[in-house]
């Protein structure tokens, strides 16, 4: 059983910064393309940022491009999204999502993903 616990999701002001962590268990974790989506009231569900298997690839969204970052830990079967120089159009529900991925690969599509955790929100204040 594949499981993934978003974590570090909070109300913070314009121009904070918040940590999002998702842990991963029941999966080879390595073998796991990872993914960060978020989804704004009335929005669709979109990507934010991907990472390949090793981290040795990795995808951001043009619109929080400079600002956030993905990255992971395969130790700790973990999964990061660093989010500075928050903005209250970054407001939404940031969800987790993995994949098992053989070639390095990242995704950016909901449809892509096999696997998503219960999200957690992220709410900035201007």
């Known amino acids: 059983q594949v499981q993934l616990v978003e974590s570090g999701g909070g109300l913070v002001q314009a121009g904070g910064s918040l940590r999002l962590s998702c842990a991963a268990s029941g999966l080879t974790f390595s073998s796991y393309a990872m993914g960060w989506f978020r989804q704004a009231p009335g929005k669709e569900r979109e990507s934010v940022a991907a990472?390949?298997?090793?981290?040795?690839?990795?995808y951001h969204a043009n619109s929080v491009k400079g600002r956030f970052t993905i990255s992971r830990d395969n130790a700790r079967n973990t999964v990061y999204l660093q989010m500075n120089s928050l903005k209250p159009e970054d407001t939404a529900v940031y969800y987790c999502?993995?994949?098992?991925?053989?070639?390095?690969?990242?995704?950016?599509?909901?449809?892509?993903?096999?696997?998503w955790g219960q999200g957690t929100q992220v709410t900035v204040s201007s």
């Open positions: 999502a993995g994949r098992p991925d053989y070639r390095s690969r990242y995704y950016i599509g909901t449809s892509d993903y096999n696997d």
């Open positions: 990472i390949s298997r090793r981290g040795g690839n990795t």
